[in-house]
């Protein structure tokens, strides 16, 4: 067969072009979507590099606007305020690295700020919506989850696990500008945060407290966490467990359950328009209350995507909820980002 000089052109174009890591399917034959594909086409235009294992590696969205905010890997953070049809990298550079885990962003939960705790790479956060962004300080190879304390309109202080340390924690009281160290080798599997006198975290045999920075524990419950990342709203701590939710009143002294079990939940909760309305995710699906936990409805299934389903809970898979929308957002690393309406 013989190729004309044009047409070896366009292949070799083509080929350099291509990103790296497994393509996705445009969708999965069941209601999810492919959206990240803008996003992958630009980067490869523009002759940039996507990291290893390529793709996409996170998503959040902005619960004050609703907007949509993707990691492809290693290339930053990258906004669409269309529910995915278009996008615009914002972070200008402050942020590249992959999310380990689906804890790796943390989102205040009224939206308008987000911190971004990467791996191999840098990390920050911005406080205004993406307008401007803080970049912090590394500590090796950085992050697999960290907590905030929104409560705090500089978000000062965090409490953040590093990768491949054997549960070793840090602590920053001054917005990631510098670290310190809480244990070491001392396997705690999360964290929380409610503000700088009250930590929480745990090492698999119920819920500990510390009132001093880290230096010293207190088990207050035998309540297990899986969530990685306790989540706080209006000074209430939500958090995901074996049981379903549990959440605490009292900064952490005590601990109840909440509403009826939902077993096996790895992510969330995601907060609807009020207390009664939340959003989990286990390894399987999607499920969803309206009347204060009392029922549970399954609304989606996990994407019908080969090696795209989580292995462990909480790890690799990044999801997100637009409540306003009732869209479902899912971004495995290494893989595409896609979304799923749900069904009214």
């Keep these: 067969m013989r190729w004309s000089m044009p047409l070896l052109f366009i292949v070799f174009l083509c080929g350099a072009a291509k990103p790296e890591g497994p393509i996705s399917p445009p969708d999965d034959g069941h209601g999810w979507m492919l959206i990240s594909e803008p996003i992958i086409k630009q980067l490869a235009a523009e002759g940039k590099t996507i990291a290893w294992p390529g793709q996409t590696t996170g998503v ?71 307008k401007t962004w803080g970049q912090f300080a590394d500590v090796g190879r950085n992050w697999d989850y960290a907590a905030v304390d929104w409560s705090d309109p500089q978000a000062k202080t965090i409490f953040a696990a590093r990768h491949e340390s054997d549960g070793e924690m840090y602590l ?7 670290w310190k160290q809480i244990g070491k080798d001392a396997k705690f599997a999360a964290v929380g945060i409610f503000d700088p006198a009250a930590l929480v975290t745990t090492q698999g045999g119920g819920i500990l407290r510390s009132t001093d920075a880290g230096a010293t524990w207190t088990k207050v419950s035998d309540l297990q966490p ?12 939500w958090w995901v467990a074996q049981s379903g939710v549990i959440v605490s009143r009292d900064k952490g002294l005590t ?34 209350t309206r009347d204060g936990g009392k029922t549970w409805m399954t609304v989606a299934a996990m994407p019908d995507i080969k090696d795209f389903k989580p292995a462990n809970l909480g790890w690799f898979l990044s999801l997100a909820w637009d409540a306003d ?14 979304k799923y309406q749900i069904k009214q």
């Excluded at 999310?99 to 840098?122: H, Q, V, W």
């Excluded at 509403?259 to 499920?287: C, Q, R």
């Excluded at 869209?327 to 893989?335: I, Q």
Aim: charged share 25%.
């Design 226 to 237: 899986t969530g990685r990342v306790m989540v706080v709203r209006k000074g209430v701590a």
């Design 325 to 338: 929308a009732q869209v479902l957002y899912a971004s495995r690393m290494g893989f595409g980002t896609y």
């Design 172 to 178: 920053s009281a001054d917005a990631g500008k510098s």
């Design 60 to 130: 959040c969205v902005d619960r004050a606007k609703g907007d949509v905010w993707i990691i492809p890997t290693g290339q930053g953070v990258w906004r669409s305020t269309d529910r995915g049809q278009t996008y615009q990298r914002i972070d200008g550079g402050v942020i590249s690295g992959r999310c380990e885990t689906g804890y790796s962003i943390n989102a205040d939960p009224e939206g308008g700020r987000s911190a971004f705790f990467m791996l191999d790479g840098k990390c920050g956060m911005t406080l205004d919506a993406g």
């Design 255 to 288: 601990w109840e359950k909440w509403g009826e079990p939902v077993d096996g939940v790895g992510w969330g909760p995601w907060f609807g328009k009020d207390e009664g309305s939340l959003m989990l995710a286990t390894k399987k699906d999607f499920v969803q």
